[in-house]
Nanobody, 121 residues
Framework: VQLQASGGGLVQAGDSLRLSCAAS????????MGWFRQAPGKEREFVAG???????NYAVSVKGRFTISRDNAKNTVYLQMNSLKPEDTAVYLC????????????????WGQGTLVTVSS
């Protein structure tokens, strides 16, 4: 599976962005999908996940502001990000896993290249 993340950019605090993760090579409908982020000098952290049955889970820091969704017909996963904060600045990566609800990067085995989100104050 090849994953291509897109939709990042430079926005102001309070703005919204929608990230997309388009998959190719095979269907992702049977995988759990996740969004992670990595800021400079920091470890990769879990942001949101969605199982093959569309059960979602979120990091505490984004719950209520971010929404993950998937469109299996388009082989794409989305991350709607509202009320963005400067601390949300990071490279956002999407990934695929067989483990529903996992928030550990070690349980994700297909990774996209990431898209940069920069939130100015």
């Amino acid at each position: 599976v090849q994953l291509q993340a897109s939709g990042g950019g430079l926005v102001q605090a309070g703005d919204s962005l929608r990230l997309s993760c388009a998959a190719s090579g095979r269907t992702i409908s049977f995988y759990s999908m996740g969004w992670f982020r990595q800021a400079p000098g920091k470890e990769r952290e879990f942001v949101a996940g969605i199982s093959s049955h569309t059960v979602t889970n979120y990091a505490v820091s984004v719950k209520g502001r971010f929404t993950i969704s998937r469109d299996n017909a388009k082989n794409t996963v989305y991350l709607q990000m509202n009320s963005l904060k400067p601390e949300d600045t990071a490279v956002y990566l999407c990934a695929a896993s067989w483990v529903p609800g996992s928030n550990s990067p070690r349980e994700y085995f297909y990774w996209g290249q990431g898209t940069l989100v920069t939130v100015s104050s």
